[in-house]
């Protein structure tokens, strides 16, 4: 009996132990950002040495797998399947990139860390890929109903974390006014 006990607890304390990592990892990359953040950094940060690192991640991969679930987990990007049972286009601009921009306000750290260094770094570019890509996808389908060329163009400015940033922190726009003038310009953007 014992030992199922002792089992157990070495369990719940070794998912302790990869929950610490994780966390301290997502810490890290919303500061540092993915592409500085060292292995060293992470083991210091959630308090266990390199070898326990290892032990629960055997390379950088499975950490930036790990931290991205997680935050996925903790605040999903909008689902945009909601969004198809709105027949007015503006208005189902409007719904949509009040609800991505509302995430990207939420996120704005972690998310401009990592966007900024999927840029250059390759294993942040291919998680960020994978996470966001379907998600974009599914936004350009449901929101992209009829749009010229050019107005597709404009979606996807508007679509794009670094828009959201230029309006809403450097340009002093409230979320309602930025989603607003994207809508505008999408429509007008014959």
């Given amino acids: 009996m014992t030992r199922t006990y002792t089992l157990k607890r070495r369990a719940e304390a070794q998912a302790a132990t990869r929950r610490r990592i994780v966390e301290a990892a997502v810490e890290l990359h919303s500061s540092v950002g993915p592409a500085l953040t060292t292995i060293s950094m992470v083991a210091e940060r959630a308090g266990v040495q390199r070898h326990t690192f290892y032990a629960h991640f055997p390379d950088e991969r499975s950490l930036a797998l790990a931290c991205s679930g997680l935050h996925m987990e903790r605040d999903p990007l909008p689902d945009a399947d909601a969004w198809r049972a709105i027949a007015d286009r503006p ?26 260094d999927a840029e250059y ?14 998600y974009m996808a599914a936004y350009q389908d449901v929101l992209d109903a009829k749009l010229t060329p ?39 953007a014959k």
């Fill in 150 to 188: 050019k107005q597709h163009a404009v979606l996807h400015l508007a679509l794009s974390f670094f828009t959201w940033r230029t309006l809403v922190r450097e340009g002093g726009l409230k979320q309602g006014a930025a989603v607003d003038a994207m809508v505008e310009a999408i429509e007008c």
């Fill in 121 to 134: 770094h390759p294993l942040t570019r291919e998680i960020t890929e994978m996470r966001f890509g379907p």
């Fill in 91 to 116: 208005e189902r601009l409007r719904v949509g990139l009040l609800a991505l921009y509302g995430w990207y306000e939420r996120n704005a750290q972690l998310a401009g860390c990592v966007l900024r």
